[in-house]
Nanobody
Framework: QVQLVESGGGLVQAGGSLRLSCAASGRTFTSYIMGWFRQPPGKEREFVAASSRSGGTTDYADSVKGRFTISRDNAKNTVFLRMDSVKPDETAVYYC???????????????????WGQGIQVTVSS
């Protein structure tokens, strides 16, 4: 079993920045591709970003390319999501997740992930 705990959420003004963190425990962290998803109020959960086991390969939703950055520190069993130039419609609960698939390009689907955090609220004010 892998436990994932998100932190770093909260209130931010439109155009500002936040960095979310996800701390993992329970299994070898480097065994997993790590991803971030988000669920806006009243909408379905959607893919945001994913990182390979080494952190050398990343993938992003088109809507966040150039503004968000996923990274990981395997020595600290932590994955990060830096969010720059945030927009009001990016208010959502953000989730980190761990996948056992072999390629980052296969990690855009919710079904690819075996373990999920509880989620953390990010609110972007106008």
């Amino acid at each position: 079993q892998v436990q994932l705990v998100e932190s770093g959420g909260g209130l931010v003004q439109a155009g500002g920045s936040l960095r979310l963190s996800c701390a993992a425990s329970g299994r070898t962290f480097t065994s997993y591709i790590m991803g971030w998803f988000r669920q806006p109020p009243g909408k379905e959960r959607e893919f945001v970003a994913a990182s390979s086991r080494s952190g050398g390969t990343t993938d992003y939703a088109d809507s966040v390319k150039g503004r968000f950055t996923i990274s990981r520190d395997n020595a600290k069993n932590t994955v990060f999501l830096r969010m720059d130039s945030v927009k009001p419609d990016e208010t959502a609960v953000y989730y980190c997740a761990a996948s056992e698939v072999g390629l980052v390009r296969l990690a855009k689907r919710e079904g690819a992930y075996k373990y999920w955090g509880q989620g953390i609220q990010v609110t972007v004010s106008s």
